[in-house]
């Protein structure tokens, strides 16, 4: 799964690396929690163009009745995701990317859980797979939320945890944004582990574990993490 990432880069490096117009208010993050507002680059329906703009991390599905369904539904699988009643529409017709520069998965170890921070190798920005949808409250306030989609592990994730956020290459974004492409099974075969040779990870603080610690200490390293990979 994926419970909490970081995205230490600005408004603007958020702008120039998407190339997408900007409409939200955003300051470097080292520790984003569920139910948080997060960045989110959409497809603008009726002209090409990109845009930037804030939702509420755990998807709540347009016919739910209850906003507390969301909190369940910060993560979807992307090997049942289009069969899932409230995952499959969004899959196939609301897809969005979430930036991030780095997420954090949990250990376990004998007595306790040590966290590790996941990056690209020179740590810059890239984009988890994300659904998104739009819900009314029971007095007509529309919101929109987004979940991460997951895949299986690539060698490195898979030495900490069973499951991994689902992240896009740069040459996937355009199609994967196009809300004219709905064929579920391509859809679908573009959530694969990210290349491990691609990435690299690195023990961090406990800090991480707390919500309200948010700053560049949740993501400094401890000690690099190398497992042995297959050749």
Same mark, same amino acid.
């Given at each position: 799964m994926c419970g909490r990432f970081r995205l230490g880069k600005g408004r603007e490096a958020l702008k120039e690396y998407f190339g997408a117009e900007v409409d939200l208010d955003w300051s470097p993050r080292y520790n984003i929690a569920p139910a948080q507002r997060i960045p989110t680059v959409r497809q603008n329906a009726?002209?090409?163009?990109r845009e930037l703009s804030l939702m509420r991390w755990? @998807? =709540?599905p347009y016919w739910a009745k209850d906003a507390s369904i969301g909190y369940k539904m910060i993560n979807a699988r992307s090997e049942t995701a289009a069969t899932k009643p409230a995952f499959r529409d969004?899959?196939?017709?609301?897809?969005? @990317? =979430?930036p991030a520069d780095?997420?954090?998965e949990w250990k376990k170890l004998p007595k306790a859980k040590q966290p590790y921070c996941f990056t690209l190798r020179d740590e810059s920005i890239f984009a988890f797979a994300g659904i998104w949808d739009r819900w009314k409250d029971p007095?007509?306030?529309t919101l929109e939320t987004c979940s991460i989609l997951t895949t299986s592990p690539n060698e490195?994730?898979?030495a900490v945890h069973d499951r991994m956020p689902a992240i896009l290459p740069p040459d996937n974004y355009d199609l994967w944004l196009d809300p004219g492409f709905q064929d579920v099974k391509e859809i679908s075969d573009m959530l694969k582990p990210y290349g491990a040779a691609l990435m690299k990870a690195f023990a961090v603080s406990t800090r991480v574990n707390t919500v309200k610690n948010d700053d560049p200490q949740c993501a400094e390293p401890l000690a690099e993490f190398t497992p042995q990979l297959p050749l």
């Open positions: 009726t002209r090409p163009v755990g @998807l =709540i969004a899959l196939q017709l609301r897809r969005c @990317l =979430i780095g997420f954090y007095d007509g306030n490195l994730a898979a």
